[in-house]
């Protein structure tokens, strides 16, 4: 079944056409990474995905149930209880965007008790072994400003975790890091990945994309200019706009 | 008059100056925040009101809006000027410290990072839930110098009650200069206006460092 299906997703900005008509379908268990130029529409496709914004044209559905309708005059609708649907997803922002006046246990802890309502001591215990195995047990009662840009990386994705998602969305988790903290979160990821969390990515790190997705798809031009099995479209791409973005990596 | 005889006669005013300055706060620092979040508001009339009420308030006197608050009833409607003078001398206050809060709020709120929002939004707070629990916390912090500011100017607003005759302890010190022609009484209230705010910045320091357990 499809976790996620968008289909012929259009949005502009002001007149500016970012999003041109994609389609765009996640299964249970399967790792997606989007890689593309800057300002090609990848950040925007995941922020539609995620109901930070609102699509001009198209479909999206979560785990078959629909986000987005059409009403009798044709007019694009969104389903009244947003909320039901972001039971489903979370997302690993950029530049972390942790609660500052939160500790670390609280910042993960936090939302699974005030808006799933669950017991304390369970979410507490859930939260702790996530910490403990993001190696960040020790970091429990520190605020955000105490840790490295990497812990806080990774405790944002204990944040999202802690929501028991279906599916996990990155935005680009390594872009605000220095290059030495990269590693570390990367090797969460593909830890999860491991375990068959269902996840897409929006990255610059072509080896790590090739590592650890299942699938690539390329975004140019506010299209899917390409979309297959990493080897395809690493190893020996026949599309000519994939072949040019990538030799712009490797110089 | 003796310099003691002085002192003793102007802290008969200074429960009133007290009353002045606490209710004003207990008033104000809530209706700010309902003034800011309408000087917010999404609907462009609501906001554009609210933003020239605020500059009205900001922009004249607070002398002459306690003196309109007081008197005006009895000019416009025939309403006898209250007796108890700290209603009018209170609402006066209240409303205009309001305005400048709001607008120090306003400052406060929008300072704090659309992440932030985003991050809660995707965590499925609700609107209250996000301001109360994420929002507000980040914005005190933020605000409190600036509002340190605004309370210890209204220690000393507070003798601007004069005006209507409001017998606070500024009010009596006058009384007492103009029938003594003497200094004094002036000398004293300053003194005492800077022993108040000295307290004022004492409890806000300890405020602030109550708050200071992370960086933003």
């Given at each position: 079944?499809?976790?996620?299906?968008?289909?012929?997703?259009?949005?502009?900005?002001?007149?500016?056409?970012?999003?041109?008509?994609?389609?765009?379908?996640?299964?249970?268990?399967?790792?997606?990474s989007?890689?593309g130029?800057?300002?090609?529409?990848?950040?925007?496709?995941?922020?539609?995905?995620?109901?930070l914004?609102?699509?001009?044209?198209?479909?999206?559905?979560?785990m078959?149930?629909?986000?987005?309708?059409y009403?009798?005059?044709?007019?694009?609708?969104?389903?009244?209880?947003?909320?039901?649907?972001?039971?489903?997803?979370?997302?690993?922002?950029?530049?972390?965007?942790?609660?500052?006046?939160?500790?670390?246990?609280?910042?993960?802890?936090?939302?699974?008790?005030?808006?799933?309502?669950?017991?304390?001591?369970?979410?507490?215990?859930?939260?702790?072994?996530?910490?403990?195995?993001?190696?960040?047990?020790?970091?429990?009662?520190?605020?955000?400003?105490?840790?490295?840009?990497?812990?806080?990386?990774?405790?944002?994705?204990?944040?999202?975790?802690?929501?028991?998602?279906?599916?996990?969305?990155?935005?680009?988790?390594?872009?605000?890091?220095?290059?030495?903290?990269?590693?570390?979160?990367?090797?969460?990821?593909?830890?999860?990945?491991?375990?068959?969390?269902?996840?897409?990515?929006?990255?610059?790190?072509?080896a790590?994309?090739?590592?650890?997705?299942?699938?690539?798809?390329?975004?140019?031009?506010?299209i899917?200019?390409?979309?297959?099995?990493?080897?395809?479209?690493?190893?020996?791409?026949?599309?000519?706009?994939?072949?040019?973005?990538?030799?712009?990596?490797?110089? | 008059?003796?310099?003691?005889?002085?002192i003793?006669?102007?802290?008969?005013?200074?429960?009133?100056?007290?009353?002045?300055?606490?209710?004003?706060?207990?008033?104000?620092?809530?209706?700010?925040?309902?003034?800011?979040?309408?000087?917010?508001?999404?609907?462009?009339?609501?906001s554009?009101?609210?933003?020239?009420?605020?500059?009205?308030?900001?922009?004249?006197?607070?002398?002459?809006?306690?003196?309109?608050?007081?008197?005006?009833?009895?000019?416009?409607?025939?309403?006898?000027?209250?007796?108890?003078?700290?209603?009018?001398?209170?609402?006066?206050?209240?409303?205009?410290?309001?305005?400048?809060?709001?607008?120090?709020?306003?400052?406060?709120?929008?300072?704090?990072?659309?992440?932030?929002?985003?991050?809660?939004?995707?965590?499925?707070?609700?609107k209250?839930?996000?301001?109360?629990?994420?929002?507000?916390?980040?914005?005190?912090?933020?605000?409190?110098?600036?509002?340190?500011?605004?309370?210890?100017?209204?220690?000393?607003?507070?003798?601007?009650?004069?005006?209507?005759?409001?017998?606070?302890?500024?009010?009596?010190?006058?009384?007492?200069?103009?029938?003594?022609?003497?200094?004094?009484?002036?000398?004293?209230?300053?003194v005492?206006?800077?022993?108040?705010?000295?307290?004022?910045?004492?409890?806000?320091?300890?405020?602030?460092?109550?708050?200071?357990?992370?960086?933003?």
């Amino acid at each position: 079944m499809n976790v996620l299906k968008m289909t012929d997703i259009k949005k502009s900005f002001g007149g500016n056409e970012v999003l041109k008509g994609i389609s765009f379908h996640v299964d249970k268990g399967e790792v997606v990474s989007i890689i593309g130029t800057s300002g090609g529409g990848k950040s925007t496709l995941l922020r539609c995905a995620t109901l930070l914004e609102t699509i001009d044209d198209g479909t999206i559905s979560y785990m078959g149930e629909d986000v987005t309708y059409y009403d009798q005059n044709g007019k694009l609708c969104y389903a009244k209880d947003l909320n039901h649907f972001k039971k489903f997803f979370g997302l690993v922002f950029q530049n972390f965007n942790l609660f500052p006046h939160f500790s670390v246990l609280k910042n993960v802890m936090d939302a699974p008790v005030t808006v799933q309502g669950r017991d304390k001591a369970e979410v507490k215990e859930e939260c702790m072994k996530l910490l403990n195995k993001m190696g960040l047990g020790d970091k429990a009662d520190a605020y955000p400003f105490e840790l490295s840009g990497g812990q806080q990386q990774r405790v944002s994705i204990v944040r999202a975790l802690a929501m028991k998602p279906d599916i996990l969305f990155f935005d680009e988790p390594t872009s605000a890091l220095d290059p030495e903290l990269t590693g570390e979160v990367l090797k969460v990821i593909k830890a999860l990945a491991d375990e068959k969390m269902t996840m897409v990515i929006v990255t610059h790190e072509m080896a790590f994309a090739k590592a650890v997705s299942d699938r690539v798809v390329f975004i140019d031009g506010g299209i899917i200019a390409e979309e297959g099995a990493p080897e395809e479209v690493f190893g020996n791409t026949k599309n000519e706009r994939t072949k040019q973005f990538l030799q712009s990596y490797n110089d | 008059m003796s310099l003691i005889t002085i002192i003793l006669k102007m802290c008969e005013g200074l429960g009133k100056t007290c009353a002045i300055f606490f209710l004003t706060l207990l008033f104000s620092l809530p209706l700010g925040m309902v003034i800011s979040l309408l000087r917010m508001s999404k609907n462009k009339i609501i906001s554009k009101i609210t933003q020239f009420a605020v500059s009205v308030l900001r922009g004249t006197p607070l002398m002459l809006q306690l003196l309109a608050v007081t008197y005006g009833p009895y000019y416009l409607f025939g309403v006898s000027v209250s007796r108890n003078k700290l209603i009018p001398v209170v609402i006066a206050f209240a409303i205009n410290y309001a305005a400048y809060f709001s607008e120090i709020y306003r400052g406060g709120i929008e300072s704090i990072s659309v992440g932030q929002y985003e991050a809660a939004t995707i965590l499925g707070y609700s609107k209250a839930q996000t301001f109360i629990r994420i929002i507000l916390p980040q914005v005190v912090r933020r605000i409190l110098p600036s509002v340190t500011n605004e309370i210890v100017t209204l220690v000393k607003d507070t003798s601007i009650a004069f005006t209507v005759s409001y017998q606070e302890m500024f009010t009596i010190g006058k009384q007492i200069a103009n029938s003594q022609t003497s200094f004094t009484p002036f000398l004293v209230a300053g003194v005492f206006y800077y022993i108040f705010n000295a307290l004022v910045g004492f409890v806000m320091g300890i405020v602030e460092k109550s708050m200071s357990y992370y960086k933003q």
